[in-house]
Nanobody, 115 residues
Framework: QVQLVESGGGLVQPGGSLRLSCAAS????????MGWYRQAPGKQRELVAA???????DYADSVKDRFTISRDNAKTTVHLQMHSLEPEDTAVYYC?????????WGQGTQVTVSS
């Protein structure tokens, strides 16, 4: 059974930092593209960042130079380091693990950026 468990969300002031983690189990982690998506109230879910099995990364324009995605294949974990957070980053952040045949989601973790 595939499990993606996110952690690290919370309330942070504008300009602050958070580090999200996603622990994966039930998959051959190294074969998957791992990603972080987010969904704000009333908006569609959008890609924030992704990292392929080979380590290539992709970011939404709105988070480039502020967020960094990384993966640890030995610990089957993917991280999202977020700096210079803005109120517009407020959303539920979801971990995603996908191949051409599978698409798996975590339950999400809330990130709120507010003073």
């Amino acid at each position: 059974q595939v499990q993606l468990v996110e952690s690290g969300g919370g309330l942070v002031q504008p300009g602050g930092s958070l580090r999200l983690s996603c622990a994966a189990s039930g998959i051959i982690f190294s074969l998957y593209t791992m990603g972080w998506y987010r969904q704000a109230p009333g908006k569609q879910r959008e890609l924030v960042a992704a990292i392929t099995r080979g380590g290539r990364t992709d970011y939404a324009d709105s988070v480039k130079d502020r967020f960094t995605i990384s993966r640890d294949n030995a610990k089957t974990t993917v991280h999202l380091q977020m700096h210079s957070l803005e109120p517009e980053d407020t959303a539920v952040y979801y971990c995603n693990a996908r191949t051409s045949l599978q698409n798996n989601w975590g339950q999400g973790t809330q990130v709120t950026v507010s003073s």
